[in-house]
């Protein structure tokens, strides 16, 4: 059930010939087993990773590569005990030490089972890299190295947006739009300049879904950035039940309106997912008119 499940869940993002990889799909198999919400973050970063191959031209077999090697990008805590993988409090020096080791040991728990070849190293390029930054200032530290695979550049940004917007233990998740500025921070030093542009551009200021607080004082949840969108000026879906309509901020009539900030859902008792649907609906009704 659990290898149907992974399969199930790995189409959704990108499809491939699954005999061709039984030794990958053990793997992932293993993470699942190891800790759930290291399994979902790795199908999120594989989700947010080929979409950003596609915007690159990246044809079907880059994809299916890139795929694999953001799913594939956590292997190394398959040797993080969980105590230290999901514990609440500051490591320790020692704990410390262990997290930062789970890109090596990356290559050596997937080399101890399978036979690695030029196509897996392709594809566990983003094990190993993943932390190294763009500047080559992160960890493990390898000398003499003049640049990173161009899956690493790739997953290297999905995976810290994933992590600083999702709850853990120990921290509450950053706002898309906050995680988004954070980010930007480090372009050309912790990120390529060339991919993070292109992600931001790809999810907009205030990424779809998010929920945005208007300048009169309205809730709104983003939908949609159309071709002549600007990244701060999206389609938006009121949520106030008295006023629940789609609206693009690029409109004439709002030229005046703006977006003053992001709040999280909760906080308001809103449901996303369910407000999504609705909008979908809406524009589906009005294209059949």
């Known amino acids: ?3 149907a499940r992974i399969v199930k869940d790995i189409c959704t993002i990108f499809t491939c010939e699954f005999q061709d990889f039984e030794a990958e799909v053990s793997t992932l198999e293993k993470i699942k087993k190891h800790d759930e919400y ?22 079907s077999g880059m994809l299916i590569d890139l795929g ?12 993080v005990p969980l105590n230290v993988l999901n514990k609440a409090k500051k490591f320790t020096s020692e704990e410390l030490v262990v997290m930062k080791s789970h890109p090596v040991e990356a290559l050596t728990a997937f080399a101890e089972t399978q036979t690695v070849t030029l196509e897996r190293l392709r594809r566990l390029s983003a094990a190993f890299e993943h932390h190294q930054r763009y500047d080559l200032k992160g960890y493990p530290i390898v000398q003499k190295k003049l640049t990173l ?91 106030e039940v008295r006023s629940q309509r789609i609206s693009d901020l690029m409109a004439f009539e709002n030229k005046n309106l703006r977006i003053l900030r992001s709040e999280f859902p909760e906080d308001h008792h809103i449901d996303i997912p ?11 009704d009005s294209a059949t008119k």
């Open 1 to 3: 059930m659990s290898r």
């Open 38 to 59: 290291t399994y979902l973050h790795c199908l999120n970063v594989a989700r947010l990773s080929v979409a950003l191959g596609k915007r690159f031209g990246f044809n």
């Open 68 to 79: 694999w090697a953001a799913l594939l990008h956590d292997i190394g805590k398959l040797r």
């Open 149 to 239: 695979h161009p899956f690493s550049r790739i997953v290297a940004v999905a995976d810290t947006f994933d992590a600083m917007t999702t709850d853990r233990i120990y921290q509450r998740r950053v706002l898309p739009d906050v995680a988004l500025k954070i980010m930007a921070q480090g372009f050309g030093s912790i990120f390529d300049p060339t991919v993070l542009q292109a992600f931001i551009t790809s999810m907009g200021a205030y990424p779809v879904g998010s929920l945005v607080r208007l300048s009169d004082e309205s809730l709104a949840v983003v939908i949609k950035y159309g071709k002549q969108s600007s990244l701060d000026r999206p389609q938006i879906y009121y949520v």
């Open 274 to 284: 369910a407000l999504l649907e609705q909008a979908e609906r809406i524009q589906g």
